[in-house]
């Protein structure tokens, strides 16, 4: 299921307006997804989305919304009218007790990741640190990992390119995504508590598998699936 930033910011305006008239239905499951570049996190999140029947929401989704919303003080306006209560909790709740988000681009990005939450339509939410901002929510959040040398083997064969190429194409990557997490929420991207569950793709291969054990697992969870 795919989505565009249009569609996204109205679906976290109209939620928002929905609670003011007497809260919303059902809330669909949203899990967050951290994973190696080259474990196949990508496609496991779209296996996932697939069996949950929600969006995917990628890194390049999310910064459509955060450049939307950072051009329009209309719309951002909104969004802050909208997010104001829980974005104030989720300030409060950080356990380095401090404001991070000084940047713009990561107020809006945050912001954007707890409308999505809110807006009760559920989604698989890739990579930007979802997993702590969304930290005090009832949301399930995976890690999807693999050996530098499986995640190399699998790039090199993806995009043609030499084993020696991909290797560094992966830890170059992988340090970009840790350099993230830290620089904005001063926590290591592969803290092993941060996670319900982490799953090595080195012999789990079958994306389609391992989507299966994440809704497996997030039953045990007592998280809404159906």
Not at 33 to 54: C, F, N, T
Not at 73 to 82: G, I, S, T
Request: aromatic letters at 6%.
């Amino acid at each position: 299921m795919t989505i565009d930033a249009t569609k996204l910011v109205e679906a976290i305006l109209k939620a928002h307006a929905a609670e003011m008239h007497g809260g919303r239905g059902a809330q669909r499951p949203v899990v967050t997804l951290s994973r190696d570049y080259g474990s196949g996190g990508r496609e496991i999140a779209q296996q996932l989305a697939k069996h949950l029947a929600v969006p995917v929401y990628d890194k390049e989704l999310l910064d459509a919304v955060v450049e939307r919303s950072g051009a329009d003080p209309h719309l951002l306006a909104q969004l802050d009218e909208k997010n104001r209560g829980f974005w104030d909790s989720w300030i409060i709740s950080m356990l380095s007790g401090e404001n991070v988000l000084d940047d713009n681009y990561l107020r809006h990005l945050a912001k954007v990741v707890l409308g999505i939450f809110h807006t009760g339509n559920g989604g698989v939410i890739i990579g930007r640190g979802a997993h702590l901002v969304l930290a005090q929510q009832k949301v399930f959040r995976v890690r999807i990992i693999a050996s530098p040398e499986t995640c190399s083997e699998r790039i090199a064969h993806k995009r043609q390119i030499s084993l020696e190429e991909a290797r560094k194409e992966v830890a170059r990557v992988n340090e970009g995504r840790a350099r993230f997490v830290w620089d904005v929420f001063k926590k290591r991207l592969n803290e092993p508590t941060a996670f319900d569950l982490t799953i090595n793709t080195d012999r789990l291969s079958k994306y389609e598998e391992v989507a299966e054990i994440i809704i497996f697992a997030m039953q045990y969870h007592h998280l809404n699936i159906t």
